[in-house]
């Protein structure tokens, strides 16, 4: 089992290695803004399936909604900024709240973040895996399976170590980023020769177009709907944030310049996508990505054509990366704090949060299952998490600037402060205009996740309160009683009374038996072998060892109390697997059933057997 583990992860990691899995600012732009990056792969086309739904001209506001998201996302990325070089240990909004606000705040954004990242697995592979059915339709039939194995393989690599996921990463998203530049590069040539197309009704199907007369408030709040499907652009934005410990020292300014990188690449493609589309004329059709109609307009269904497609599905892909980089790291913090349990606060083998890893993973292959890999219906799950925590922790920053808690300009305080106010005033519009498709379950998910934060809280402190030790009171010896079940009289009971005899004086052996004969010849070789042990004979008229036994241990209680009782088990264990299953396993069955009983402690001598 070691082997195979080590075959999958690579050998153990020293502590002190941990300094070298830390990334130079090209490896942690691809594992940090992954997710950022690869949602130009659907953002515009989930701005234009929302604006089909008004008819052909609205598709034109396309870009004028995709204005304003620029806008957003250079606020934003200001804002961020701050909170990388006030908060070096990392945790993003989640720190910023505990720190600036209070602890409530700080659970809310960070069950808004987990649920976020969870939800960011399952959309960027699913949106992978539909890239990958674009190119190749029979896929389609193998599409939920397809992302389940590819969450499995992520996790895997995750599980390897930062630094090797890193390296893996890092080619297939400069790959996608400058494949999709190459199609905006030609494609604007393209415009500047033959003009602009524009949206026409031919173009769009009879079912798009069909919708033209509606209200004018129900125009609105479509629109308005658009530019919420349109911001699930900025999700991961955050994610450098959460991990600025993983770069390189001086971690804090190289974590703020690749923040830059990111806003810059993200904002040119998902703006270049969205002039082209409308330059071109293109509508959402079923089967096939609005990037993938970009590029075969632009290139031809040619190798570039491909190449595209089989980038945008590795970027897909490893945006999920983005999570398996963010969930660890902001788990073991919270779980630092005694709202998660600890083991998610501890690194594995490969110095790696692994069990946070794992949570992920199981997470998000339910959500990929449930939904059947459909990127459309999780899209309005998405947003409302990443805003939720987006305003939080700009909120938290004005207020702590302020109170001059930390150091600020005048225009630091009014970005952030519109930060705050656009951030929260699109939260409240995706949760209002994707309410009945599923926003609601995030929002009523978020509060259930933090009364579960403080029940583990609660939980905790309590168990602390009970095992605090009195430092005035000097511990004193306690009596131990020692009971031995046996079966009969063997090396393993042997070895076992031997040990008994070394931790208590008060030693006695119990048997349990149905058949009088039996039990008159077992005492008689037990006088003969070892008188000075007590052996005590339970009857048992009903043929099992459990009930009487523990019978037993209910009356030496009540007789002895107030010491504690040693259950010391015989067992002897087999040299192969299968051995086991032709030997009951009386031992293990006893062990389940006094494991929760107070006062009493239950240990097992083993006896390794040759053959």
Not at 207 to 224: D, K, N, P
Not at 476 to 494: C, D, E, F, R, Y
Request: net charge positive; hydrophobic share 50%; glycine share 6%.
């Amino acid at each position: 089992m070691n082997s195979i583990k080590r075959w999958l992860i690579g050998s153990p990691l020293r502590t002190k290695q941990l300094t070298q899995e830390r990334l130079p600012k090209w490896k942690a732009l691809a594992i940090f803004s992954s997710d950022a990056l690869s949602s130009v792969a659907y953002a515009t086309e989930e701005i234009l399936l929302v604006l089909a739904l008004i008819g052909v001209s609205a598709l034109t506001y396309s870009v004028p909604i995709g204005l304003c998201i620029l806008l957003l996302l250079l606020v934003v990325t200001l804002s961020y900024r701050q909170i990388v070089h006030s908060f070096p240990s990392g945790g993003g909004a989640y720190v910023v709240a505990k720190e600036h606000l209070n602890t409530p705040s700080s659970l809310v954004s960070g069950a808004a973040l987990m649920i976020d990242y969870v939800l960011t697995v399952a959309v960027s592979i699913s949106s992978g895996v539909a890239a990958l059915v674009a190119a190749f339709p029979s896929l389609i039939h193998w599409k939920v399976e397809i992302a389940v194995v590819l969450t499995l393989i992520l996790m895997v690599l995750n599980l390897r170590g930062i630094r090797e996921s890193a390296t893996v990463f890092a080619y297939p998203t400069y790959l996608f980023i400058f494949s999709v530049l190459l199609v905006l590069v030609v494609g604007g040539f393209q415009v500047l020769h033959e003009g602009w197309q524009g949206y026409h009704t031919a173009s769009i199907s009879s079912a798009q177009s069909g919708s033209t007369h509606i209200g004018t408030f129900a125009m609105i709040l479509l629109v308005l709907r658009a530019f919420a499907s349109g911001c699930s652009a900025l999700t991961g934005v955050e994610a450098i944030s959460n991990g600025v410990p993983s770069f390189r020292s001086p971690s804090t300014r190289n974590a703020g310049i690749t923040m830059i990188w990111m806003a810059v690449i993200l904002g040119t493609m998902f703006m270049g996508i969205t002039l082209l589309t409308f330059a071109f004329g293109i509508a959402p059709m079923e089967h096939q990505t609005i990037l993938s109609q970009l590029t075969e307009h632009v290139m031809g269904r040619g190798p570039i054509y491909y190449l595209v497609q089989i980038a945008t599905t590795l970027i897909l892909f490893l945006a999920a990366n983005t999570s398996f980089a963010g969930f660890p790291q902001l788990t073991s913090i919270i779980a630092q704090d005694k709202f998660l349990p600890r083991s998610l606060a501890l690194r594995g083998a490969r110095l790696v949060f692994s069990n946070g890893i794992f949570l992920l993973s199981t997470m998000a292959v339910l959500v990929i299952v449930i939904y059947q890999a459909n990127t459309h219906d999780m899209i309005p799950l998405y947003a409302v998490g990443v805003f939720l925590s987006f305003t939080i922790a700009q909120f938290g920053m004005v207020r702590a600037f302020l109170k001059k808690e930390i150091p600020s300009t005048k225009w630091t305080v009014i970005v952030t402060g519109i930060g705050t106010l656009v951030t929260g005033a699109v939260l409240v519009i995706t949760v209002i205009a994707k309410f009945t498709e599923g926003a609601w379950m995030v929002t009523l998910a978020i509060p259930l996740l933090v009364l579960l934060f403080y029940a583990i809280h609660r939980h905790y402190s309590a168990i602390a309160k009970q095992l605090q030790v009195d430092y005035s009171v000097q511990p004193l010896a306690m009596h131990t009683k020692v009971i031995i079940p046996i079966s009969g009289i063997s090396k393993v009971v042997a070895q076992s009374v031997s040990y008994a005899r070394g931790i208590s004086d008060d030693v006695v052996a119990i048997s349990v038996n149905s058949d009088d004969k039996q039990a008159a010849l077992l005492r008689e070789k037990w006088e003969k072998w070892n008188p000075s042990v007590p052996l005590v004979i339970l009857r048992s008229p009903y043929r099992t060892v459990l009930w009487p036994l523990m019978k037993y241990i209910d009356n030496i209680d009540k007789k002895e109390p107030g010491g504690m009782i040693t259950i010391l088990i015989p067992q002897f264990i087999v040299k192969r697997w299968w051995h086991a299953l032709l030997h009951n396993q009386t031992a293990v069955v006893i062990r389940t059933m006094l494991l929760f009983r107070k006062d009493i402690v239950i240990s097992t001598i083993p006896f390794h057997l040759n053959k």
